[in-house]
């Protein structure tokens, strides 16, 4: 299946700083990139969809102040968690879509 | 709300099929079973999906009951690298959205 990567693997971050994460298809362009989040033993929850070019659509409770996502090609997306908080450590993962969608690695972010 | 139902957990011995079943009572007419799988600290991966025939590839089958209201995913012969999170999933067939459950911790045992 085709590539999906995400930039960096793991971050760790002191509370109020502002934190990008990297999606790239690698070998395919995608229409469409997808942002999950998941908190410990718990399942993937849809954050927002993104589409190049185009404003990124929101899952309900999303604050998307918070969550800037930018998709300025068809092979690169990214998530900025501004203003991060403790509460914002999770397991941040994308997806990128042609006709099938793939999953990328994840990132984990550490909030201090 | 994802439309499955799937139990939290299942063991397995290895090099034994692992059967993990799903229930999907209120799945539509244009939408398919998809599975897909997250080992610990990574991307889901995509194992198999399937609209009403049984569907076999190299990683698993996928039997589908004929009303489609539920469907086991099979895993022929179970390894250690099998253990994972397992999720059942229906959507219109490669629909944008993917809405997780809370799927199946499957544990393959020595």
């Known amino acids: 299946g085709a590539v999906v990567s995400q930039h960096p693997s793991r971050v760790i971050c002191k509370s109020g700083t502002s934190v990008k994460i990297e999606c790239r298809s690698l070998d395919f362009q995608a229409t469409t990139m997808f942002w999950y989040r998941q908190f410990p033993k718990k399942s993937l929850m849809l954050m927002a969809t993104?589409?190049?070019?185009?404003?990124?659509?929101?899952e309900q409770g999303v604050e998307k102040d918070k969550f800037l996502i930018n998709h300025a090609s068809l092979t690169l997306s990214t998530l900025t968690v501004t203003s991060a908080h403790p509460e914002d450590s999770s397991f941040y993962i994308c997806?990128?879509?042609?006709?099938?969608?793939?999953f990328g690695p994840g990132t984990r972010l550490t909030v201090l | 709300d994802a439309k499955t139902t799937q139990p939290p957990s299942m063991d397995c011995a290895e090099g034994r099929a692992a059967n993990l079943p799903c229930n999907h009572s209120?799945?539509?007419?244009?939408?398919?079973v998809y599975w897909y799988r997250q080992i610990h600290s990574q991307g889901p991966q995509y194992i198999i999906h399937?609209?009403?025939n049984n569907e076999t590839n190299e990683m698993a089958s996928l039997i589908i009951t004929e009303d489609r209201k539920s469907s086991t995913l099979i895993l022929p012969h179970a390894t250690l690298r099998d253990t994972a999170v397992y999720y059942c999933?229906?959507?219109?067939?490669?629909?944008?959205?993917?809405?997780f459950g809370k799927g199946t911790r499957l544990h393959i045992l020595p």
């Open positions: 209120t799945i539509s007419g244009n939408e398919y």
């Open positions: 399937g609209l009403k």
């Open positions: 999933i229906v959507r219109v067939e490669w629909d944008d959205k993917i809405i």
């Open positions: 993104s589409n190049e070019g185009s404003k990124a659509t929101y």
């Open positions: 997806s990128a879509k042609n006709n099938e969608q793939f």
